[in-house]
């Protein structure tokens, strides 16, 4: 496969910043030294401005990260999966340095609806997807609604059962109330920036981040637009029509699930492999829900061989 029109269209997009809010990420200054700066691009599609990321050459890989992180979360596994592959990644809806739709587009549809709108507007066909945590909600709903055909859809510690389980309603409605409050967002973002509450939340999942990605994700964490982003995702995030339709799924299912992950327990993948019973797991052991931050070069592996990429041509496609 040739150089793809993917990476063709994002060069063609400009990457200066966009207009500035006080709350919000800003480009000149908070993304002067982001990981992978020269691989960025800033595209306009579904009325929001996105800051995506490409590298590499050959057939498409997408990769969304989780809530409350950005690309930054892709910056070791990214070049190793673009040896093999062209890699797209945008920051999310609201987080990063991608723009904020309204409330109601941060639900799991919504989501998935404004990236299906970011791949016709790059004019790119994914052949593999690869999602962290809620990412993996967003690429499912995606494949289900047939915006994307992948041959394989990669979860990474696939965040795909409602949050606190019997509780997810009460939960559900608390964060609606939460982000109802103006002042909570800013509140969430005080306490989250300093370096050493970031660094505390990081070690809460299971995983020992770096000291760089630690400053990156304390970065984000001081705006108020990235911490409001998760806690209205959190508000809006109804998993039970995904579960419903998940039988349905075309494409191959693929779990890992670190073992030491204490996010998302790795007993919630054998409950989506009883809800989809041709779902493979695969563990990774001793690695926390950052996985790919802490060990990108074994996480790489597992992708590329899941996904068939390695390959002696980069260009030839993905096996089916």
Not at 227 to 239: E, F, H, P, T, V
Request: hydrophobic letters at 45%; a positive charge.
């Amino acid at each position: 496969m040739t150089r793809p029109a993917t990476a063709m269209a994002l060069g063609s997009s400009d990457t200066r910043e966009g207009p500035r809010r006080h709350d919000a990420p800003d480009w000149a200054r908070d993304g002067r030294d982001w990981p992978n700066r020269q691989a960025s691009r800033f595209v306009t599609a579904g009325g929001l401005r996105w800051h995506v990321q490409v590298m590499g050459h050959g057939p498409v890989l997408l990769l969304l990260h989780g809530t409350a992180a950005a690309t930054h979360s892709w910056r070791d596994l990214m070049p190793l999966l673009a040896e093999h592959a062209t890699v797209v990644a945008p920051d999310l809806p609201g987080h990063g340095f991608t723009a904020t739709p309204a409330p109601h587009r941060l639900s799991v549809s919504g989501m998935a609806r404004a990236v299906a709108d970011l791949t016709k507007a790059l004019d790119i066909k994914p052949v593999a997807v690869v999602g962290h945590s809620a990412g993996a909600a967003i690429l499912l709903r995606m494949a289900l609604d047939g915006a994307i055909a992948p041959r394989v859809v990669i979860g990474l510690n696939a965040a795909l059962m409602p949050l606190g389980e019997a509780h997810a309603a009460f939960f559900t409605h608390t964060a609606r109330l939460l982000v109802g409050l103006p002042f909570v967002p800013r509140l969430f973002a005080w306490q989250a920036s300093r370096q050493s509450v970031a660094e505390r939340l990081l070690r809460d999942t299971g995983s020992t981040v770096d000291a760089r990605g630690v400053e990156l994700y304390a970065r984000l964490f001081r705006h108020a637009s990235h911490i409001g982003a998760a806690l209205r995702m959190m508000a809006n995030w109804d998993l039970q029509p995904l579960l419903r339709d998940l039988p349905g799924l075309a494409a191959p299912l693929v779990l890992l699930t670190g073992t030491n992950d204490r996010a998302i327990p790795p007993s919630q993948a054998r409950r989506v492999q009883y809800l989809l019973p041709s779902t493979r797991l695969v563990a990774l052991p001793g690695l926390g829900h950052l996985a790919h931050e802490e060990r990108p070069a074994v996480v790489a592996e597992v992708i590329l061989r899941e996904a068939a990429l390695q390959a002696d041509d980069p260009h030839r496609p993905i096996s089916p």
